[in-house]
């Protein structure tokens, strides 16, 4: 079984990837996306519990759940909390990707196990695999998909942005680039090369 770990900036289509590569190969492929795993946290009573804690009870909305949108805005207010809130997560996070991947490995059916990582290059992920996955596009494509999809305002959704490693300098350290700057048809052509590639075969 081979690992690759999909990374990017925030709306440069990670997921759209992930969910074209499900249908395109005809090998059985695994996918642990961290974004979905962090939601999913912030659901549990643990977590909520840890949380409220560091932020206090203004992150929490009425039925005692974390209000997502307050949390953000207190995170990316405060670099100090941001990491804060980083140390509660990311070790639950990774501690999951690596379940799931043991069980990927354990399965003589999967061929390709794929971590769906956003913050590698600025965080790290200790799991072992053998490429990286960048999935690229403009920054004016970032700010534009992301504006349209999230009620962010314009400052707001540049801050998230401005906060990740560039694009750009993510592109230099990727062992593999997916432009997405286009057509979804586009990615799925690099996707098919790339299946190729690793001698795993297409639909």
């Given at each position: 079984m081979r690992t690759l770990i999909v990374t990017g900036g925030i709306a440069t289509g990670k997921s759209a990837f992930c969910r074209a590569l499900l249908r395109i190969s005809a090998a059985e492929v695994r996918i642990f996306d961290c974004d979905q795993c962090v939601h999913a946290l912030l659901t549990t009573e643990s977590i909520i519990a840890r949380v409220a804690e560091v932020f206090g009870a203004i992150v929490l909305d009425q039925r005692?759940?974390?209000?997502?949108?307050?949390?953000?805005d207190s995170a990316f207010s405060d670099a100090s909390l941001k990491s804060l809130?980083?140390?509660?997560?990311?070790?639950?996070?990774?501690?999951?990707?690596?379940?799931?991947?043991?069980?990927a490995l354990a399965s003589s059916?999967?061929?390709?196990f794929v971590a769906d990582v956003p913050l590698f290059y600025e965080n790290g992920f200790p799991i072992e695999y053998d490429k990286t996955v960048v999935v690229a596009t403009t920054r004016a494509t970032q700010l534009k998909r992301l504006l349209h999809r999230s009620p962010l305002d314009r400052r707001?959704?540049?801050?998230?942005?401005?906060?990740?490693?560039?694009?750009?300098?993510?592109?230099?350290?990727?062992?593999?680039?997916m432009w997405n700057g286009g057509e979804l048809s586009s990615m799925e052509r690099q996707i098919e090369y790339l299946l190729k590639w690793m001698e795993l075969p297409s639909n």
């Open positions: 005692g759940q974390i209000d997502r949108s307050k949390l953000r809130l980083e140390g509660i997560i990311h070790p639950e996070v990774r501690r999951f990707c690596r379940s799931a991947r043991n069980e059916d999967v061929s390709l707001t959704a540049e801050h998230i942005i401005d906060a990740q490693l560039p694009i750009g300098r993510k592109v230099e350290l990727a062992d593999i680039v």
